[in-house]
């Protein structure tokens, strides 16, 4: 089946203690991208990465890091978590030959105290 | 500035009550506009993938439309299980996989 993994889907954490939210997709697609969903504001883009060692910054990429070294994996760190980082967290891949279409994983709700 | 609005914020229909959502749209260049379905706590479920102005698709009882400044969510005599909100993107004509995302509306169906 066709999807978009992340783990953990639920995490609670403290402020400061680095995490690491994992995301992997088995349709070989060559874009992977990380948003994050809060009340009001919709769906925005952390960082997306258009192919294996290739990333950039999305429209809110403050106090996040990512990494592609494989091109099924993206997985999205938190280095020093702050409450303003509360949100639900999803991650997505695409590919040209898919029509640019966005699948989405089942999200990540993260809570930071 | 690219910018995607849905509206309205939130509908409320009885059962067999047909009506439209509505996603309007301004960026630079479009390559192509999606529509998605997103259950509370779920990730958004693609619908509808619309290029270019007059096309249309239909799923069901959804049917999406576009023109070159907007695009409408058709819903035909919808039913409770049709309620969840509904998502509008926009992927920009860039050399970036750059989308833009409008903030939804949320569909309550009422039996």
């Known amino acids: 089946e066709a999807q978009v993994t992340q783990n953990p889907r639920y995490l609670i954490t403290v402020t400061g203690k680095k995490l690491t939210v994992t995301c992997s997709q088995n349709m070989n697609h060559e874009y992977m991208s990380w948003y994050r969903q809060d009340p009001g504001l919709g769906l925005r883009q952390i960082y997306y990465s258009m192919n294996v060692e290739v990333t950039d910054k999305g429209d809110v990429p403050e106090g996040y890091k990512v990494s592609r070294k494989e091109k099924r994996n993206f997985p999205l760190i938190l280095e020093s978590p702050s409450p303003n980082q509360t949100s639900l967290y999803f991650c997505a891949s695409s590919s040209r030959q898919a029509g640019n279409t966005i699948y989405f994983g089942e999200g990540s709700w993260l809570t930071v105290v | 500035e690219d910018q995607v609005t849905q509206s309205p914020e939130a509908l409320r229909l009885q059962e067999g009550e047909s009506s439209s959502l509505n996603c309007s749209y301004t960026v630079s260049g479009l390559r192509g506009l999606f529509w998605y379905r997103q259950d509370p706590g779920k990730g958004p479920e693609f619908l509808f993938t619309?290029?270019?102005a007059g096309e249309e698709k239909e799923k069901e009882r959804l049917k999406a439309t576009l023109t070159k400044k907007e695009s409408f969510l058709h819903i035909t005599a919808p039913k409770p299980e049709d309620s969840a909100t509904y998502l509008c993107?926009?992927?920009?004509?860039?050399?970036?996989?750059?989308?833009?995302f409008g903030t939804g509306t949320r569909l309550k169906v009422l039996a």
């Open positions: 619309l290029y270019s």
């Open positions: 993107a926009v992927q920009v004509e860039s050399g970036t996989y750059k989308y833009i």
